[in-house]
């Protein structure tokens, strides 16, 4: 069984604060990562996708790759109340296009 | 902006019924997926769809579930005797060129 593996948190951050999520996950053959945020009821939405090893910036937040230790994180900047939500690790393989997700890490951002 | 749009929002059915979950991808997009989230447990891939057929399925979508494109628009979700253990929340997904793939509401299924 390939497994994303996320701390289910929560996380607590001060508001303005910067929150790091982190992502491990086991398929090597895994190609493109994303971080979705699911408030709680609501369906997944497309945070960042990443591809490559590296960092992503999308505004206030960041995504960093590192293939070789099968790790993925995701930086939020000047975090807000409105941050407040659960955040999903996802990827794809290579085989297909189908995403295999985390549980996920509930953030709370405390005013 | 575009989204995916899903019906109903809710489906109460009773064991052995069939549901059809229905879903309309965002237009130009060419991927359709299917996923469920059992309440407090983690999302689960279905089925993938492409050029009017299924191009990935987990061990989960067995012979009671099915898909079909029935016109340009939409997308179905067939569910043929349902068990307890099929209430979850149902999510449709769909992408285009990429990988990136954005999600309908959901339908919230209750099998009583």
């Known amino acids: 069984q390939k497994e994303v593996e996320q701390n289910s948190g929560p996380l607590s951050v001060p508001e303005g604060a910067i929150a790091s999520l982190n992502c491990t996950y086991s398929?090597?053959?895994?190609?493109?990562f994303f971080w979705y945020r699911q408030y709680s009821g609501k369906s997944p939405e497309l945070i960042m996708s990443?591809?490559?090893?590296g960092d992503k910036e999308d505004g206030r937040f960041t995504a960093q790759l590192n293939k070789a230790s099968q790790y993925v994180s995701l930086l939020i900047r000047d975090s807000q109340p409105s941050d407040s939500a659960t955040y999903l690790c996802?990827?794809?393989?290579?085989?297909?296009?189908?995403?295999?997700f985390g549980k996920g890490t509930s953030l709370l951002v405390t005013p | 902006e575009p989204e995916v749009t899903q019906t109903p929002s809710h489906q109460v059915t009773q064991m052995g019924q069939e549901v059809i979950l229905r879903c309309v991808p965002i237009?130009?997009?060419?991927?359709f997926y299917w996923y469920r989230q059992i309440l407090g447990q983690k999302v689960e891939f279905l089925v993938s769809?492409?050029?009017?057929?299924?191009?990935?399925k987990s061990e989960i979508f067995d012979d009671q579930f099915s898909v079909e494109r029935p016109d340009g628009s939409n997308f179905t979700l067939k569910i043929r005797s349902t068990k307890l253990e099929d209430s979850a929340m149902y999510f449709c997904?769909?992408?285009?060129?990429?990988?990136?793939?954005?999600f309908g509401p959901g339908t919230r299924l209750t099998v009583t």
């Open positions: 997904a769909s992408s285009g060129q990429v990988d990136e793939q954005y």
């Open positions: 398929d090597r053959g895994s190609q493109s």
């Open positions: 990443i591809y490559s090893n």
């Open positions: 996802a990827h794809s393989s290579n085989s297909g296009y189908a995403l295999n």
């Open positions: 237009s130009n997009h060419l991927y």
């Open positions: 769809f492409y050029n009017n057929e299924i191009s990935e």
